[in-house]
């Protein structure tokens, strides 16, 4: 009995591994990452939002949009991608330029979420998630109350230095195109309206937001677009 007992405790850990398939892993996903690259020669931050779609066959395609340094720039992506029965995987994307990123990490088992960081040289911890894409991209699709989150880095026009971006609070969206948010206490009023590909554009004050409705609606991953201002964040249903 006792032999028993010890190959059934040896055993266990195997059973409790992540199991993941192919297809459960292709569609529509959005994506946001952060983090801060040297491509360019020097350290600066960065942060993007995008949606790419895989084919189930090893083959994605997209759009990205990026956000390096307070400048923001958009374009179509392809790429290829793979996934490890162990739910680790590995992904490209070239852009229209020609130039190749590559990232890798680990799947939940049914496909629904990705954590994952970006695996190219002169990149400092640039990590992100990758997320189901909701299936229904209209405005009403957006709605209730959220907690939300917002951080980076402000780079002023001036030269005075970098500034730091940290906003966190509470926001009531209605369904219609409005929201009512709170941030870092302050209440303030913005519009947000919804692309067809569940793209979303919010502005409120002198800020714009854009980011992808994942999850069936109940959270946004997001960047922030205004010129010099690099940051990222999510919106989490309660």
């Known amino acids: ?21 192919s297809k459960d ?4 996903y959005g994506f946001m990452l952060a983090g ?21 066959s090893g083959n994605l395609s997209g759009y990205s949009s990026v956000n390096f340094n307070g400048y923001f720039l958009g374009n179509p992506v392809t790429g290829k991608y793979e996934i490890g029965s162990d739910c680790e995987v590995t992904w490209s994307l070239q852009d229209d330029s020609g130039a190749f990123q590559h990232f890798a990490g ?7 979420a990705v954590e994952f960081h970006q695996s190219d040289p002169d990149t400092k911890g640039v990590t992100g998630r990758l997320e189901k894409i909701s299936s229904d991209c209209s405005a009403a699709a957006f709605q209730g ?3 939300w989150t917002l951080s980076g880095v402000m780079t002023p026009f001036s030269g005075n230095g970098a500034q730091a971006i940290g906003v966190s ?13 709170t941030e870092n ?52 249903a309660e």
Do not use: W
């Not at 680990?106 to 629904?112: N, R, V, Y």
């Not at 609070?169 to 948010?181: E, Q």
């Open 1 to 21: 009995m006792r032999g028993i007992c010890t190959l059934l405790l040896a055993a266990a850990p195997a059973f409790a591994a992540d199991l993941c398939a």
């Open 25 to 28: 892993f292709l569609g529509a």
């Open 36 to 56: 801060q690259t040297g491509i360019s020669g020097r350290t600066q931050p960065t942060a993007s939002i995008g949606r790419i779609v895989l084919d189930g």
């Open 106 to 112: 680990h799947a939940k088992p049914d496909g629904s």
């Open 145 to 147: 109350r959220f907690q």
């Open 169 to 181: 609070g509470s926001a009531d969206v209605d369904g219609d195109g409005n929201l009512a948010l």
């Open 185 to 236: 206490g302050r209440q303030t009023a913005g519009t947000y309206q919804i692309d067809d590909d569940c793209f979303v554009d919010i502005a409120y004050d002198d800020k714009k937001l854009r980011g992808v409705l994942v999850r069936n609606g109940k959270a946004l991953m997001m960047i922030e677009t205004d010129p010099k201002a690099t940051g990222a964040g999510r919106f989490t």
